[in-house]
């Protein structure tokens, strides 16, 4: 017999009061909310105990609004019990000021239908409801989440949350201090994590803003610090821990290959943090190395600066880690990041973003046809070769197929999300069948609310080459925002019922007839249901080709309405998904209508264009085509001028056509090298994608001079330290080009201090990475025997 939803509402509710927090030691916020929510819920159940065996209870509205609430309450039991101590205290208090908010409007909902039913029990009666309601009306407690959504919708446009809404954050939420802010960023990158692999791309995104926020709130916190120092002469950065942001007294290397003040991260890593907090790499081993390099650096410099050291025995008294945290009473956490001291094992349970997820690619997996390396002169591969991956192997490459829908919800909700793969951009390489669907049924499509990425337009340089340490703070964390190339294919289930053929032929043969018709809200229409149509799977896309669609949509690409033309370039980007379409809209002339939509179009139209051309340009013919016919232009203005998804759709569909050697110049000549410098800035998220745009470049002298006269030296050699693993190779790549054709180069490479991460990556780096580092190495020793260069 079904369990009535009133009768499950009551169980959940149960469930969460026999929870406890006295025992658990995460946090002050979980406590806080755990008393406002019992304090409703203890209001709402002995009226629903008193009503369960009533008249009334059988009543279809009160069960409906029961069964809302009772799955409120049961999201609220589960983000209880997963509460940790190191869990994301951002992430909690927006999803628990949700639920919370659901649970009172549901709960007033109810007591005010109740107030309206008759045969209400002698002890339940329209007064003691009414009661019930003004409690939970007068219930006040601070909004944090209103706070941290403005500050998030600040980044989204570009702007920057004022001071006194990142101190309010910073108090609602305990992030005062540096470890608070870098836990907090661990945390987030976990859970953007755990949503990956779980196919949820609007919870990626939704945290991805959140990572944005915290790394913002960090970096003003560290150039805080570093303008209250005491010191009467400035700290070299590389003197100071990423942790303390003081001066080391003890330095020791982690596996990352970055340099920490032993007390602070032996604290870190007895926390169950199994991740360096400065470039978020997972590490290997949780050795602590001492450095004595820096150390001897350190005493020098202090010496010559007359500037004392910090007490070591104070700085050991003050970050003993504390003894290992309990858990919640009830249940236990699903994704538990914690661990004690004694047990180091259970500490690696820590899990993030590998230092190649910056540049992964994500959708319908495609193989990469196995090919030799050929090593022509700029050492460039083939389009269809397999670059090597991490592991020495043949990589696989796969593309997220851009599939937009007119959602704009912003609410975090479940959608299909390939697993990723790392794509080897390092020299010109990518999948034949990239953003092809090889599947039956390719997926839905994705509403992509805008990524929160702060695009920091860099300071002007004093002269032609400025240092690299004169862009920002180099105990900025580098994090790994979810960079993809490529357009977004979203696989579907594998149990995904196939749609009834012959009943969408007939929907799609009517909607193509009115493409043609001569009301403007006829063509709206049909532009708008081929749009999601084709976003659904293979088969549409198929049947709408096969219908004539194409031809109608690519002419509807130059019309005057916005919505009309935005609704058929989106079309034809989902239609391009697959890979037989891809040459028929290529064939039926669209790049030219593509090209205008570029120059002309609303921003979204833009952004889906530039995917379009992308997803094109998959096929080698096409990319020709497109360089020729004029829509490199207009992809670099979108580079330089778009929105956040604007910048990335335009390096993507650019990387792809630099892989053909004659565009390469016309990219450089539209100015592209001074917009993918700018992006190299790791605050903007795309510095992956502008590395890997300026490798292909550095292949031919006017890219490589551009690189140089617009400051992109300082800058990959930045990438060479502390960025991700494809991001050190792409830079490696394009260094190596730089200095083996201009001694020039060469020096200005080699003053910006190189050598160090050069010899670093040489020994841990990818295969190809190790390659590129050890040639450049061997490069700067021949060329100090007297091997001259050419300038």
Known sequence: M????????LKNISSFLHMSCRDNECCEIVEKYYIKIEEVLKLIKPVLESIIDAAVASDESLQKKSAGISQSVDELRELFE?????????????????????????????????????????????????????KIKHMRFENSSAIVSEAIRYQVEGSEPSSDTRSKIA??????????????????ENLKENAEQAEKIVDVEY??????LVTHMHDCFVEMKQSQSCSPVPIPPDFCCPLSLELMTDPVIVASGQTYERAYIHNWIDL???????????LGHTNLIPNYTVKALIANWCESNNVKLPDLAKITSLNKPSSPRSTWTVGSPKNLIVSSATNQEEASMVHHVHSSSEDSITGNRHELNNKNDNLAESEERSLDSGGPSASGGVGEGSLEGHKRSTSTSGSPISRHFSQEITHDANEESSPDSA???????SGEVAAEPQPAITTAIPPQREHEYSPRLGHRSRNQIWRRPSERFGPRVVSSSATETR????????????LVEDLSSTSLDAVKDATGELRLLARHNNDNRVVIANCGAITLLISLLRSADQKVQANAVTALLNLSINDTNKTAIANADAIEPLIHVLETGSSEAKENSAATLFSLSVIEDNKIRIGRSGAIGPLVDLLGNGAPRGKKDAATALFNLSIFHENKSRIVQAGAVKYLVELM?????????????LSNLSTIPEGRAAIGQEGGIPMLVEVVELGSARGKENAAAALLQLCTNSSRFCNIVLQEGAVPPLVALSQSGTPRAKEKAQSLISYFRNQRHGNGGRG
Do not use: W
Request: some cysteine; charged content about 20%.
């Open 499 to 510: 749609p009834d053929l012959s009943g969408v032929e007939t929907q799609v043969k009517k």
């Open 171 to 188: 108090d609602l939420l305990s992030l005062r201090s540096n470890q608070e802010l870098l836990i907090e960023a661990v945390a987030l």
């Open 2 to 9: 079904e369990i009535s939803p009133l009768k499950v509402l």
């Open 435 to 441: 953003a092809a669907n090889n599947g039956d049924a």
């Open 681 to 693: 800035d790791p605050a903007g998220g795309m510095v992956d994608k502008a590395v890997a745009v």
């Open 272 to 282: 169950g943090l199994t991740v360096c907090p400065k470039t978020m790499q997972t």
């Open 207 to 212: 945290i991805e803003e959140m990572i944005a």
């Open 82 to 134: 997963d509460c940790h101590p190191l869990m994301s205290k951002l992430y909690f208090v927006l999803k628990v000021e949700s639920l919370f908010a659901k649970v009172k409007t549901h709960g007033l909902e109810l007591f005010e239908l109740l107030q309206s039913c008759e045969g209400l029990p002698v002890e339940q009666s329209s007064s003691s409801v009414e009661h019930c309601i003004q």
